[in-house]
């Protein structure tokens, strides 16, 4: 009866880990659909053939502003200036990385903004995303990231945000996440955190879209327009 009792206790711990570790490869799977992007993947899925980049950074805003443009592309080690503009605006490739802190795209290494700040945003919101990139680049996780942003903004090593801040993203080619992919041209505007009801964005019949957001300690308010940068129509806007 002794080796029979061994016998069955050795095949009761034998199916209890099957059951175990099936239950734990299903919870992988599940976690792994919910955050698809867990990590940041290998640096050269980020980056970008040079001219294709500046181009693509150009698209974000009508010819007529981002021809006389600063153009930014991103290097091994952060942003770096393509050529020096005239007119005060900056258009640059935004990262993955320049999501809020629970967005699934974080470190989706397809994502890529084409944005074109004017003046008082690239003086006080761009240093924002260049601050995320020289920490993301320097191998910081996600919350050390945050964290170092948060040190950043309370040493006051990044500037209080300028009144008439915005930019354009009125690019075709553009590819803002899995989600949505090109979304819709439209503009965005950077003000000190606020309640987004003090634009009427988010109501119903209301053209501006709303969100605060606290890593950034700004709000931003996005209008969609009816044409991308290249003068064609969006004929999804329905705004």
Known sequence: MQPKARGTSALARLVLLVVVS???QAQAHAQNAKTPYPSMAPLDQYLMERNAEIALARSAGPESVSRDAEV?????HGYESAGKGKNGF?????RSWTAGIDDPDFWNPKLRGAICFNAPAARTYLPITIKKTEL???GRSKAQMFEGLKIAFD?????PLESGAMCYMMSKQSYLSDRDGHWHPHLMFFIPLT????????????????SETTED?????LVPV??????TPDPTNDH
Not at 90 to 94: G, K, N, R
Not at 226 to 231: I, P, R, V
């Open 226 to 231: 009816a044409k991308w940068s290249d003068g």
């Open 195 to 210: 309640d987004s009801a003090t634009w009427g964005a988010n109501l119903p019949g209301s053209p501006i879209l709303g």
């Open 155 to 159: 040493k006051k090593e990044l500037p």
């Open 22 to 24: 099936a239950a734990w």
């Open 72 to 76: 930014l592309v991103l290097g091994r």
């Open 217 to 221: 300690r700004l709000t931003v308010f």
């Open 90 to 94: 900056v258009c640059v490739v935004e």
């Open 136 to 138: 993301v680049l320097a």
